[in-house]
């Protein structure tokens, strides 16, 4: 098969490009995508399943303030970037889809859903992707599937976004979910990705990125990514939590722990924080119990302790101090 190279340049408003193809086996990530909106939140995201070795490495694409990319089939990876660098300058999901598929020898055997913050869509599945394929767009999204072992994948991946209520990851899960209830893939299921990002870019790529988790090879990728999603929102208190110490907010940092620790109740560095809190807040009755079960399951945590005073992380007297150090 032959893989196209696209040289874009821009001269004001005039777009030229120069198309060069060579010989080079082009990823087979026949599969099933999302690219959505949340309308209140602004966030953009792109989310995919395949039966193929870490398929978010090739598929998804995002950058806040510009749009997400899903690009699959036999894929040509170049209309990620080229696709965001396309709206970023200005060009809708439909005019830079459309400049790329012009200019692909190709764009028969592509698949692929271009989205701008606006939540504009545009999508395309080439004649010959292999059946069953086809997309389905809406309001804020487009799914897209090729290879599937029903025609029905889409439509059920629709219908579920437009009908969960939640965050834009909880929407994106269920259309992945609704896939796999359809049967999914023909061949089955290996890797899945999920990539969110803000829909107005801070300028801070740290703060721009929202979540961005792959499980590159599993026998339930779906059900794996539902649990890293779950523990991304953990973390996220956590994350808050520990702003919130920084700030001296005690009372604070323990709620947001304690969000935490419900969602991840197992991690013992989640209990361990809440406790350290309930000790800040003078709540020695309910610290003493959860860090006795803590020290007994590992006793680093108890060394970790002491040190966390040096750091005015932890603000107790030396002798309750003590007292925590006898647990």
């Not at 749009?67 to 696709?83: R, W």
């Not at 439509?155 to 909880?170: H, I, N, Q, V, Y």
């Not at 107005?200 to 794996?224: C, F, H, Q, Y």
Request: include cysteine.
């Amino acid at each position: 098969m032959m893989k196209n190279v696209f040289f874009l340049f821009f001269f004001g408003s005039t777009l030229g490009v120069f198309s060069q193809s060579f010989k080079k086996s082009e990823p087979f990530t026949h599969t099933y995508s999302i690219v959505a909106r949340d309308s209140v939140t602004g966030e953009i995201g792109v989310a995919v399943q395949s039966h193929w070795f870490s398929v978010g490495s090739v598929v998804t694409y995002g950058k806040a303030g510009v749009g997400v990319v899903a690009t699959q089939s036999l894929v040509n990876p170049s209309y990620g970037p080229k696709g965001l660098s396309l709206m970023e300058q200005g060009l809708s999901p439909k005019q830079a889809l459309d400049a790329l598929l012009a200019n692909d020898s190709g764009e028969m055997y592509r698949q692929v859903a271009f989205m701008n913050a606006n939540g504009e869509v545009s999508t395309h599945t080439g004649s010959l992707c292999i059946a069953e394929s086809g997309h389905k767009k809406g309001k804020n999204f487009s799914v897209q599937a090729n290879m599937m072992l029903s025609n029905t994948v889409w439509d059920a991946m629709a219908k579920a976004f437009e009908s969960t209520k939640g965050s834009l990851s909880e929407r994106i899960l269920a259309a992945l979910k609704a896939a796999e209830g359809e049967k999914g893939d023909i061949r089955g299921k290996q890797s899945a990705a999920i990539l969110i990002v803000k829909g107005k870019a801070t300028g801070n790529s740290w703060e721009d990125t929202i979540m961005d988790l792959r499980v590159e090879d599993s026998n339930d990728p779906i059900a794996e990514l539902e649990r890293l999603i779950k523990i991304h929102r953990a973390y996220d208190f956590m994350n808050q939590g520990d702003l919130a110490m920084e700030k001296g907010d005690s009372k604070m940092a323990e709620e947001l722990y304690l969000k935490a620790q419900t969602l991840f109740p197992e991690n013992l560095e989640m209990q361990y924080w809440y406790a350290i809190n309930l000790l800040n807040n003078k709540d020695f009755e309910r610290a003493k119990p959860i860090l006795t079960s803590i020290f007994k399951k590992d006793k680093n945590w108890k060394t970790l302790t002491s040190r966390l005073v040096k750091s005015n992380l932890l603000n107790i007297s030396e002798k309750d101090l003590e007292a925590v150090m006898k647990l």
